[in-house]
T-cell receptor, first 115, second 112 residues
Framework: GAGVSQSPSNKVTEKGKDVELRCDPISGHTALYWYRQRLGQGLEFLIYFQGNSAPDKSGLPSDRFSAERTGESVSTLTIQRTQQEDSAVYLC?????????????FGSGTRLTVV | GQQLNQSPQSMFIQEGEDVSMNCTSSSIFNTWLWYKQDPGEGPVLLIALYKAGELTSNGRLTAQFGITRKDSFLNISASIPSDVGIYFCAGQSTSGTYKYIFGTGTRLKVLA
């Protein structure tokens, strides 16, 4: 597509439930990144995909967080047994390659609220 | 790990004034980027810097890649109301997976 698309744009869930967040990167972009942005905070790196593999998962905060990518395209970030501290905007970004000149293109994010 | 300190955290300025913000790190970065984020949107790239000492302009925006590769600044001249938003610097890691590390942001409010 023309840009990075994320869905849903907003998600409210009850504490303890699992959620799945989806990212459709720009077609042909091999690198895909997930970041978390808590209210009033900067962007916190979560995970990086090159193709379908994830060489850098160092930012995932706990084993409740996981992500996968298929077909070198769509990625899903899953949060199990959500906690209130998981409330944040989850941003996805993609680029042609990991070292692409020009940085990433971001989606508009999924705003997750855990109640 | 690598961290970026961004200052000021927030600023209120009058329309027409010039704005300056900066970003510093204890580590060396290969590339510096400056992004702007509007409410409810993802960050949008403003300027990219690739060489130490590089000075780059994009309209009313000017950014420089510090000679030590540990800092960068962004200037906005003659601010207008639509400059309101959060400005993030980002540095590209020199090792590993080359991911970008983001600063905590400078929140800019322009008073008409």
């Amino acid at each position: 597509g023309a840009g990075v698309s994320q869905s849903p744009s907003n998600k409210v869930t009850e504490k303890g439930k699992d959620v799945e967040l989806r990212c459709d990167p720009i077609s042909g972009h091999t690198a895909l990144y997930w970041y978390r942005q808590r209210l009033g905070q900067g962007l916190e790196f979560l995970i990086y995909f090159q193709g379908n593999s994830a060489p850098d998962k160092s930012g995932l905060p706990s084993d409740r967080f996981s992500a996968e990518r298929t077909g070198e395209s769509v990625s899903t970030l899953t949060i199990q047994r959500t906690q209130q501290e998981d409330s944040a905007v989850y941003l996805c970004a993609s680029s042609l390659d990991r070292g692409q000149v020009g940085g990433y293109t971001f989606g508009s994010g999924t705003r997750l609220t855990v109640v | 790990g690598q961290q970026l300190n961004q200052s000021p955290q927030s600023m209120f300025i009058q329309e027409g004034e010039d704005v300056s913000m900066n970003c510093t790190s204890s580590s060396i970065f290969n590339t510096w980027l400056w992004y702007k984020q509007d409410p409810g949107e993802g960050p949008v790239l403003l300027i990219a810097l690739y060489k130490a000492g590089e000075l780059t302009s994009n309209g009313r925006l000017t950014a420089q890649f510090g000679i030590t590769r540990k800092d960068s600044f962004l200037n906005i001249s003659a601010s207008i109301p639509s400059d309101v938003g959060i400005y993030f610097c980002a540095g590209q890691s020199t090792s590993g997976t080359y991911k970008y590390i983001f600063g905590t942001g400078t929140r800019l409010k322009v008073l008409a």
